[in-house]
């Protein structure tokens, strides 16, 4: 039998986690209102904010409208009460975003490269990264509330199936854990193109909300994240979305993955192995660079290089209508780093996604190319913080 204390301590808990959700829904309430919303009495919202107000997690600001009589005071929500981070280890180094309790990034800071980083070393780079960047804000640990980590790869009942051998390698350590118990904050490790999805469907303007979205992500790598109705859909075991995992055609009883040949690296290979000598071996290591050196030749109307766009273009636009037609999404957001071609690539891939495909759908670019996974660490990092303040 529940003790008569415990029944009040669950009350106390979910009428306080009701009353931050309403407040960081409406952004500032007056108690009165906040009685109304959640039909909740007024004693009790009364007692149940003011040891919220007491801890600093909500305070008081100005007076509201009111049609007649005292004018009410707000309730806000202390964005600073405490930091969150955000660590993408997509980009090939260590990538961190340090926020307060809005999500919002304060500092980006790059860190050391991982290749041939695994295991346990990788851990200790990225525990070091963190007590650097904490150093650097002069923000104590113990103000930290939750860190959420992108990793690619598939992330099972925390084992981690690697779809490609240059992927980050975490030999079957827990690395959540291992962080969690050294740094004494709450830590979350989510795939990173589930965190980027995630991220952009939250960022949607209110005339492209939609229940059903696909994310693609082209660049160092190929991934995909599906929101159906409204939630993150990961399938049984953690791999929905992966299309690297599908082919584009068979040969001699062998596959061609997409990822073989929609990839920053394929793209790279199509253009530079044409091409000989030092003038493009600058190009090979350096992504950003490159694909400003692919944009040159585009704009110049090199032949060869608009055949490989227009060939890339066709293969994604295949590659899109064969997950719609799984799928049937209202909505297919493009992301990755080969968007930094969108001016040449994305309209060809719209028309030819729009020929082959029978039902209407919405296409854009995604509007964050490069640190899109480090909102979608903040966004969860958040959630995770903010669910912990009431115990």
Known sequence: MIKKGGDQSFVRIHNQNLILEEILKKKQISRADLAKSLNISAPSIS???????????????????????????????????????????????????????????EKITKGQRTKNVVGHDLINMIEEHIYMVLNEEKVPPTSVLAIAIASPGILMNHRHIRLDPEQINWQDVNPALILQERLNISVVLENDINLATLAEYQSLKKYERTENMVFISIGRGLGSGLIIHGELYKGSFGGAGEVALMSSSVTDQNLQYYETILSLDALRNAVLGTRAGSSVSIYEEDDERFLEYVLDLLSKGDAYVHQ??????????????????????????????????????????KNEVYRIYPFPIEMKVSEEVEHVGLYGCLAIAKERAIRQLIH
């Open 47 to 105: 007692s149940n904010v003011e040891p919220l107000l007491r801890a600093g997690i909500l305070y008081e600001r100005g007076l509201g409208k009111s049609a007649a009589g005292r004018k009410p005071i707000m309730l806000q929500f202390n964005f600073k009460y405490g930091y969150i981070l955000g660590i993408d280890l997509s980009k090939g180094r260590i990538v961190s975003a340090l926020s307060d309790l809005s999500g919002k990034p």
């Open 308 to 349: 490989v766009v227009d060939k890339l273009a066709k293969h994604i636009a295949v590659m899109i209508a064969n997950v719609s037609a799984l799928i049937n999404p209202q909505l297919v957001v493009v992301g990755g780093e080969l968007m930094a071609l969108s001016n040449y690539l994305f309209p060809k891939i």
